[in-house]
Nanobody, 120 residues
Framework: QVQLVESGGGLVQPGGSLRLSCAASGSIFSIYTMGWYRQAPGNQRELVATIAGGGRTYNVDSVKGRFTISRDNNKNTLYLQMNSLKPEDTAVYYC??????????????WGQGTQVTVSS
């Protein structure tokens, strides 16, 4: 039906930047809200940021002023620009999307995750 594939993770020093991407593919009719979540070892998965189909964004307090979520609707791609990274940002980052696929009911999808490690 729909696949979400993240990329852009890696190892970065504190204060550095990374840009995550999430490409949606399949028989997509429409993509509604998209978002980034993260899960650190021993912790539950938590919301990082969301962006609605019309472009309205929401960021959790811990990333405000440092992370920017955006999307390219023509490319069915979600982005997360992460600046001023801190060690506590270390986690597996997951893409999430609310999608209506052709021939299917609207459903929620997850990517496989990409590791972000912030360390000196």
């Amino acid at each position: 039906q729909v696949q979400l594939v993240e990329s852009g993770g890696g190892l970065v020093q504190p204060g550095g930047s990374l840009r995550l991407s999430c490409a949606a593919s399949g028989s997509i009719f429409s993509i509604y809200t998209m978002g980034w979540y993260r899960q650190a070892p021993g912790n539950q998965r938590e919301l990082v940021a969301t962006i609605a189909g019309g472009g309205r964004t929401y960021n959790v307090d811990s990333v405000k002023g440092r992370f920017t979520i955006s999307r390219d609707n023509n490319k069915n791609t979600l982005y997360l620009q992460m600046n001023s990274l801190k060690p506590e940002d270390t986690a597996v980052y997951y893409c999430n999307a609310d999608v209506k696929a052709v021939g299917f009911v609207r459903a929620n999808y997850w990517g496989q995750g990409t590791q972000v490690t912030v360390s000196s």
